[in-house]
């Protein structure tokens, strides 16, 4: 099992190598680009020298390889250089907007495992009644439903029917607030945590479906155990192993959505960053953002992969 | 049936058996009752997005003194503030939707069957390297990698006739998005139908790799596309009208689901609530049907993958 999770250390850096490697071609190597996007320093009929000397101050009239390993030096101590519209330090923008989404997306899994999970047990319990056949019809239409549609929803239709909307001008910090800040941060959460729920109580329910008709399961009943016991200790037990998977997944996709939801619900977070950077055309900002959105996607998939050994002893690498 | 085959037509050797294609569809309608909804919401959306020109429609791009008026017979589902009929732009926009949507998947999916097979059947430094390729595409989350996709590559796109640049750059990112996924499941069922007994047969008499791969296996994997297909279409559709949505998708001003709910529209939302609510409706709609079909397709066509998802 060690040895499993040490070569799977050992693969972390080379995938954000590829990674960034890979970003960095496709944002930083068009000609001009980011010297280009710096509107605010070069005059609009700019000269070919105000280029060049821009790209000079840049640094990007190196080569290519040299100013990724550069880019890749500065990132490895935790510089992710500037940003080009504002000339801030990256890692600070982050470091100082990360914890919101970090927030957001916790929230998310949490009403995501709390609604999710009893749902799928509710639907696996007796499959085909009325109950389980509504359940699907409700979780395959909470996959459907694009966020940013439920967010629109949600902050129009209170606003029509009772004059009350959910967005918050000013974000308060959790440090500042708690209450304040949960009480702006639970909207976002839960328009993330409709399609995560639902795609969550699917997976329970099939996963469940797959014991429940298997000999150890009736064994259990027939020894008299009471159906409560027999469901959540041994058909729900045998389907974590799967739950931990999509859950891990899902934290992808909520970080994912974040992009939107921030944007929409006005929270500074990473995602708003991103949306920011995207539209200032700033690579810079780009790139630092998306390596640290890889970064975290990429350890919560090897946690869920290292936390199967715990769950399942069956399971041995 | 047997039976009465071969009582009725004793080694009659002309004997046609009946075709069943209407007889698997009737089975279809009867077993899968969500499945045949979705598909003719499906068929529907299909038709509004063909025959646009002839429902009612005006020109969804064309300004009008019409402004934010609430629906009416004139303007089945209102106006926006420009006066745009939303009615012409959510069959329109429909256009947009599935044209991406089937792009993507029928280049994605193809695709990523083709260097699954490659990759699994062959194995070696080949499959080493799409593996390492793969692993280095699905380390960042699906729309997060679209968007920044989607604005990096730019200038330079190829001419597509009937597409605009900013669609072709959609589907492009979309494409590079989801074909590493479709290419890791089927990658799984090469490997798994790579030792059967036909393929080892095949060998025996003598096919050559490439016959096997497109004769023997691919074949076999026409199940698994057709359920990949169906699930993956959906999943195109949103992702193209999220990047709409943030303002990355098709050229401003062409209808589109996504990019309808977004930018400056968003303050008259309150006030004209059908700006906002039909092409959400529209979207919602079309991939809840393509979900339900493709749920139903699944259990029909592949019974192995019944309980996965």
């Known amino acids: 099992m060690w040895a499993y999770i040490i070569r799977r250390l050992i ?67 935790g510089d992710l250089g500037e940003s080009l519209k504002n000339r801030r ?65 949600l902050l129009i239709l209170p606003v029509i029917w009772w004059g009350w909307t959910p967005l918050h001008q000013n974000y308060v910090n959790f440090t500042t607030d708690p209450l304040e800040n949960l009480r702006i941060v639970i ?92 539209f200032n055309v700033d690579y810079t900002l780009v790139l630092g953002v998306t390596m640290v959105f890889a970064l975290m996607f990429v350890l919560i998939n090897l946690a869920v992969d290292i936390l199967y050994t715990f769950v399942d002893p069956r399971i041995r690498y | 049936m047997t039976q009465a085959t071969a009582t009725s037509f004793p080694l009659d050797h002309e ?17 899968e009752p969500l499945g045949t909804i979705g598909a003719v919401v499906v068929l529907l959306m299909i038709f509004g997005a063909i025959a646009a020109p002839i429902l009612h429609t005006t020109n969804p791009k064309a300004f009008s003194a019409d402004v934010l008026s609430s629906p009416s017979w004139d303007h089945w589902f209102g106006t926006t503030r420009e006066g745009k009929d939303v009615w012409s732009r959510v069959l329109y926009g429909g256009r947009v939707s599935l044209k991406i949507g089937l792009s993507t998947v029928v280049i ?15 194995g070696g430094i080949v499959d080493f390297v799409l593996g390492r390729i793969t692993d280095v595409l699905v380390a960042l989350p699906a729309i997060l990698f679209a968007l920044t996709l989607r604005t990096s590559i730019g200038q330079d796109v190829p001419d597509v006739p009937g597409m605009s640049q900013g669609e072709i750059l959609l589907v492009i990112a979309i494409c590079v998005v989801f074909t590493p996924v479709i290419f890791r499941i089927m990658r799984g069922a090469v490997l798994e139908q790579r030792n059967a007994v036909y393929v080892e047969a095949a ?13 023997h296996l691919l074949p076999n994997l026409a199940g698994l596309m057709i359920v990949i297909t169906s699930t993956t279409l959906p999943a195109a559709i949103l992702t193209e009208s999220a990047l709409s949505f943030l303002g990355v998708g098709v050229e401003i001003g062409t209808p589109s689901w996504g990019a309808d ?33 493709g749920d139903s397709l699944r259990d029909t066509l592949d019974p192995r993958l019944r309980n996965k998802r």
Request: net charge positive; charged share 15%.
């Open chain 1, 11 to 77: 693969a972390v850096p080379f995938m954000l190598f590829g990674l960034s490697a890979l970003l960095f071609w496709l944002l930083y190597l068009r000609p001009g680009n980011a010297a280009l996007t710096n509107f605010g320093l070069v005059s609009p009929d700019q000269t070919k020298d105000a280029v060049a000397n821009l790209e000079k101050d840049l640094g990007l009239d190196r080569p290519a390889v040299v100013q990724y390993f550069d880019w890749a030096g500065h990132a490895l101590t």
């Open chain 1, 89 to 153: 330090s990256i890692s600070g923008q982050i470091g100082e907007r990360l914890p919101n989404t970090v927030e957001i997306a916790v929230l998310t899994i949490l009403i995501t495992a709390a609604i999710g999970i009893p749902v799928g047990i509710l639907s696996a319990i007796r499959p085909g009644s009325w109950l389980d056949y509504s359940l699907r019809v409700v979780t395959i239409a909470g996959i459907s439903i694009p966020s940013f549609w439920v967010a629109t929803l």
């Open chain 1, 187 to 278: 909207w976002p959460a839960l328009v993330l945590a409709v399609s995560s729920a639902a795609y969550v109580a699917r997976i329970v329910r099939s996963s469940m479906l797959e014991t429940l008709y298997s000999d150890y399961v009736r064994t259990a009943r027939a020894k008299g155990l009471r159906e409560r016991v027999v469901i959540i200790q041994h058909v729900f037990r045998s389907s974590l192993v799967t739950l931990l998977t999509v859950i891990g997944l899902q934290f992808g996709a909520v970080l994912g959505g974040s992009v939107i939801a921030e944007q929409i619900f006005a929270i500074p977070g990473i995602g708003l960053l991103t949306y920011q950077a995207v």
């Open chain 2, 15 to 31: 004997y046609v058996p009946p075709r069943r294609r209407l007889g698997g569809l009737r089975r279809f309608v009867t077993r």
């Open chain 2, 108 to 122: 994605s999916v193809l695709g990523g069957t083709l260097l699954a097979l490659v990759s699994g059947y062959l």
């Open chain 2, 203 to 215: 060998r025996v008499v003598g096919a050559s790799e490439l016959r096997i791969m497109f004769r």
């Open chain 2, 261 to 293: 709910l977004s930018g400056n529209a968003r303050q008259f939302f309150v006030d004209a609530p059908w700006i906002a609510i039909f092409p959400g409706l529209a979207l919602s709609l079309t991939v809840l049907a393509f979900n339900l079909l």
